[in-house]
Protein backbone atom coordinates (compact mmCIF):
# COMPACT_ATOMS: atom_id res chain seq x y z
CA UNK A 1 0.00 0.00 0.00
CA UNK A 2 3.09 2.32 0.57
CA UNK A 3 3.26 2.36 -3.21
CA UNK A 4 -0.12 3.42 -3.87
CA UNK A 5 0.54 6.56 -1.50
CA UNK A 6 3.43 7.06 -2.88
CA UNK A 7 2.24 7.73 -6.68
CA UNK A 8 -0.78 9.56 -4.63
CA UNK A 9 1.85 11.82 -3.08
CA UNK A 10 4.45 12.58 -5.65
CA UNK A 11 2.27 13.03 -9.10
CA UNK A 12 0.13 15.76 -9.80
CA UNK A 13 -1.14 17.68 -12.86
CA UNK A 14 1.28 20.23 -12.97
CA UNK A 15 4.20 17.65 -13.49
CA UNK A 16 5.51 16.60 -17.22
CA UNK A 17 4.90 13.57 -18.34
CA UNK A 18 8.19 12.89 -18.53
CA UNK A 19 8.23 13.75 -14.69
CA UNK A 20 5.74 11.57 -14.19
CA UNK A 21 6.61 8.21 -15.91
CA UNK A 22 9.95 8.76 -13.95
CA UNK A 23 8.18 8.37 -10.82
CA UNK A 24 6.15 5.61 -11.77
CA UNK A 25 9.55 4.49 -12.38
CA UNK A 26 10.99 4.92 -9.04
CA UNK A 27 7.93 3.95 -7.36
CA UNK A 28 8.28 0.38 -9.11
CA UNK A 29 11.32 0.20 -7.03
CA UNK A 30 9.96 0.43 -3.79
CA UNK A 31 8.80 -3.34 -3.65
CA UNK A 32 10.57 -4.68 -5.93
CA UNK A 33 10.71 -8.05 -4.42
CA UNK A 34 7.23 -8.76 -4.82
CA UNK A 35 6.55 -12.29 -6.17
CA UNK A 36 4.90 -12.40 -9.68
CA UNK A 37 5.08 -8.78 -10.82
CA UNK A 38 3.67 -8.09 -14.54
CA UNK A 39 3.65 -4.63 -15.97
CA UNK A 40 1.60 -2.97 -18.74
CA UNK A 41 2.15 0.07 -20.92
CA UNK A 42 -1.14 1.03 -22.77
CA UNK A 43 -2.01 4.20 -24.65
CA UNK A 44 -5.77 4.78 -26.17
CA UNK A 45 -9.17 6.67 -26.76
CA UNK A 46 -11.02 6.11 -23.69
CA UNK A 47 -14.24 7.44 -22.57
CA UNK A 48 -14.02 9.05 -18.68
CA UNK A 49 -16.11 10.93 -17.04
CA UNK A 50 -18.63 10.86 -20.30
CA UNK A 51 -15.79 12.33 -22.58
CA UNK A 52 -13.74 10.60 -24.79
CA UNK A 53 -9.91 10.94 -23.72
CA UNK A 54 -6.77 10.17 -24.62
CA UNK A 55 -4.92 7.72 -21.75
CA UNK A 56 -1.43 6.97 -21.38
CA UNK A 57 -1.23 4.11 -18.89
CA UNK A 58 0.96 2.35 -16.51
CA UNK A 59 -0.10 -1.03 -14.23
CA UNK A 60 1.75 -2.51 -11.93
CA UNK A 61 0.35 -5.93 -11.52
CA UNK A 62 1.72 -8.20 -8.42
CA UNK A 63 0.68 -11.21 -6.55
CA UNK A 64 -0.46 -9.90 -2.92
CA UNK A 65 -1.21 -13.29 -1.48
CA UNK A 66 -4.45 -14.08 -2.76
CA UNK A 67 -6.65 -15.32 -5.48
CA UNK A 68 -6.36 -12.86 -7.74
CA UNK A 69 -2.92 -10.44 -8.32
CA UNK A 70 -3.62 -7.00 -6.89
CA UNK A 71 -2.93 -4.21 -9.75
CA UNK A 72 -1.30 -0.27 -9.18
CA UNK A 73 -2.93 1.69 -11.69
CA UNK A 74 -1.60 5.04 -13.05
CA UNK A 75 -3.45 6.93 -16.00
CA UNK A 76 -2.60 10.32 -17.15
CA UNK A 77 -5.58 11.89 -19.65
CA UNK A 78 -4.67 14.44 -22.46
CA UNK A 79 -7.25 15.69 -24.50
CA UNK A 80 -8.47 13.74 -27.56
CA UNK A 81 -6.94 15.64 -30.92
CA UNK A 82 -6.78 14.40 -34.55
CA UNK A 83 -3.30 13.23 -33.80
CA UNK A 84 -3.61 10.94 -30.95
CA UNK A 85 -7.20 9.70 -31.64
CA UNK A 86 -6.31 6.74 -33.70
CA UNK A 87 -3.08 5.46 -31.76
CA UNK A 88 -3.49 2.03 -29.79
CA UNK A 89 -0.65 0.71 -28.40
CA UNK A 90 -0.57 -2.47 -25.49
CA UNK A 91 2.46 -4.09 -24.30
CA UNK A 92 3.12 -6.56 -20.93
CA UNK A 93 6.80 -6.46 -19.30
CA UNK A 94 8.00 -8.78 -17.06
CA UNK A 95 10.34 -5.42 -15.30
CA UNK A 96 9.84 -2.17 -15.00
CA UNK A 97 12.59 -1.31 -16.53
CA UNK A 98 11.19 -2.42 -20.39
CA UNK A 99 7.70 -1.14 -19.35
CA UNK A 100 9.36 2.35 -18.81
CA UNK A 101 11.44 2.36 -21.75
CA UNK A 102 8.05 1.02 -24.05
CA UNK A 103 6.09 4.06 -22.67
CA UNK A 104 9.30 6.45 -23.52
CA UNK A 105 9.95 4.91 -27.08
CA UNK A 106 5.70 4.57 -27.59
CA UNK A 107 4.28 6.76 -30.75
CA UNK A 108 2.22 7.70 -28.41
CA UNK A 109 4.52 9.37 -25.49
CA UNK A 110 5.99 11.45 -28.39
CA UNK A 111 2.75 12.84 -28.98
CA UNK A 112 1.56 14.13 -25.49
CA UNK A 113 4.74 14.40 -23.95
CA UNK A 114 4.57 18.19 -24.61
CA UNK A 115 0.55 18.24 -24.47
CA UNK A 116 -1.36 19.44 -21.44
CA UNK A 117 -2.28 16.69 -18.63
CA UNK A 118 -5.91 17.28 -18.26
CA UNK A 119 -5.90 14.51 -15.12
CA UNK A 120 -4.40 11.73 -13.52
CA UNK A 121 -6.17 8.85 -11.87
CA UNK A 122 -4.08 6.61 -9.38
CA UNK A 123 -5.75 3.30 -7.85
CA UNK A 124 -5.10 0.13 -6.92
CA UNK A 125 -7.65 -3.47 -7.34
CA UNK A 126 -7.63 -6.77 -8.49
CA UNK A 127 -7.81 -7.99 -11.10
Not at 9 to 15: A, K, L
Not at 43 to 61: C, D, E, P, W, Y
Not at 71 to 82: E, F, K, V
Not at 116 to 126: A, E, F, L, T
Request: with cysteine; aromatic share 8%; net charge negative.
Amino acid sequence: MKTLEFLKSNINTNMTSLSIVDTFGRMCRIDDNLKDELFLFEAGTQVRNGHNAFILSMVKQFDCGGDEPAQLHLDISYRLTDENKNISECSWHENYGDMIQSALLSKAFEICKNSNIVGIDIWQDKT
